[in-house]
């Protein structure tokens, strides 16, 4: 009879301390559009410095995304599955399909707070998120205009690679440097306003896929042996250094007469490597790992009901060959 009391008694203590660690054990999850990016890396960075520094708040910075960031319908199940998850208390989405992942969102009506990160919905579906924590996207593309416009006052022949064609972050970007270029708002594509016009076959997307895009450029250089401008308004081509050294090497005589240009966007380390070689003449940079770190916060102030602008902007790091050891925001 004693050895049956002492078994429930052990039974219903492991229930107690067993509910007590799921309730401490609430999970803050970030969902990106690929593991493969790495960008991406840089916001786990954030997310895990998160952890370490709040080992005892009850919550967990969780990361995650599919393998590939060609999968877009991997990210939208994976936000699935978190939304049934009762540990989650509230997600952060880079959405690489905004479309795909607002028709979830509506369907689902989630009753945990949704936010975004690094990439937004479109304007119009903005309501289905509490807030956007990132970029000023139209601002990057804004950036990457002017400061083609500095090296080529008279414009030229210009090449726009871009991601996933449902991308939000990256349309912005692209809207940014066109209306920049152009001196007016609403260009769809530039046909000779102040003096720029996009080639044929351009704009070129690469699915967020490195090999792709290094390929794209490639091609692109060998078609266009007199092209003005190429920009990156992602910096995918650049995450492979030794494949984007190969393609600019068949034109770093161009590239070091400032005959053809090279902005794009981002500023890991092997990029800065590549401005500092004279592979790109300006990188535009965002602060993944700031994303990353801030995001837990500002799901737990979602949690309590505290108030929380509707976007929140991370700020930009702007490089070039002359200021690269200096330009990144410590």
């Known amino acids: 009879m004693k050895r049956i009391k002492i078994g429930l008694l052990a039974a219903a203590l492991v229930g107690f301390l067993g509910g007590t660690a799921l309730a401490q054990e609430k999970t803050l999850a970030i969902v990106v559009k690929g593991l493969d990016n790495p960008f991406f890396e840089q916001i786990n960075l954030g997310c895990q410095k998160w952890n370490n520094e709040n080992a005892n708040s009850g919550y967990k ?101 871009l991601g996933n064609v449902a991308a939000d972050n990256i349309n912005a970007r692209a809207a940014g440097t066109r209306d920049t270029l152009a ?39 060998t078609a266009n042996p007199d092209l003005d401008a190429f920009v990156l308004e992602g910096g995918w081509a650049q995450f492979a250094p030794q494949a984007y050294a190969q393609v600019t090497d068949q034109v770093m005589d161009k590239l070091e007469a400032k005959e053809l240009i090279i902005v794009a966007g981002d500023t890991l380390p092997p990029q800065i490597e590549a401005l500092k070689a004279g592979r790109s003449h300006v990188q535009v940079g965002q602060r993944p790992f700031e994303m990353g770190y801030r995001a837990p916060s500002v799901m737990l102030d979602l949690i309590e009901g505290k108030a929380v602008e509707s976007v929140i902007y991370t700020g930009l790091d702007e490089c070039t060959q002359e200021n690269v050891d200096i330009c990144i925001a410590q």
């Open 61 to 161: 910075c969780f990361y995650t995304g599919p393998a590939s960031s060609a999968d877009e319908t991997g990210e939208v199940q994976i936000v699935d599955d978190l939304l049934t998850r009762p540990d989650v208390a509230a997600i952060a989405i880079s959405p690489s399909n905004a479309p795909l992942m607002a028709k979830l969102l509506r369907e689902k009506a989630p009753s945990i707070p949704v936010m975004t990160i690094d990439a937004d919905l479109s304007q119009d579906d903005a309501s289905l998120r509490k807030t956007y924590l990132g970029t000023d996207n139209y601002l990057m593309g804004v950036k990457f205009a002017e400061y083609l416009q500095e090296l080529k006052p008279d414009g030229g022949s210009i090449c726009l690679q």
């Open 183 to 221: 001196g007016e708002k609403g260009i769809e594509r530039l046909t000779g306003q102040n003096g720029w016009t996009e080639i044929e076959g351009c704009p070129v997307f690469t699915n967020d896929q490195v090999d792709l895009a290094n390929q794209q450029m490639a091609d692109t250089f």
